[in-house]
């Protein structure tokens, strides 16, 4: 079964947006992004993953991404 990213998530009253990104676009976002495949800007409530992953590791990347989200929520 192929995984597909929401295109949105509410997480503790945030709503999330979820994004597939470039390489530049990860640059943008993550300073240290050689070899990111996923960012969490909490400026902006967005998930960002790398496109091109396959659907297994776009899967991997977003739960890694809502894991730093939940850091955040519990710790703001």
């Known amino acids: 079964m192929v995984w597909r990213q929401p295109k949105r998530v509410v997480v503790m009253g945030r709503v999330v ?11 943008d976002v993550v300073a240290d992004h050689d070899g990111a ?21 776009r899967e991997r990347a ?5 894991q730093h989200l939940l850091v955040d929520c519990f710790d703001p």
């Open 37 to 57: 495949k996923g960012a969490w800007d909490s400026d902006t409530n967005t998930i960002y993953l790398l496109k091109g992953l396959s659907s297994k590791e």
């Open 62 to 66: 977003y739960w890694h991404e809502v």
């Open 17 to 27: 947006e979820v994004r597939l990104a470039t390489v530049e676009e990860m640059r």
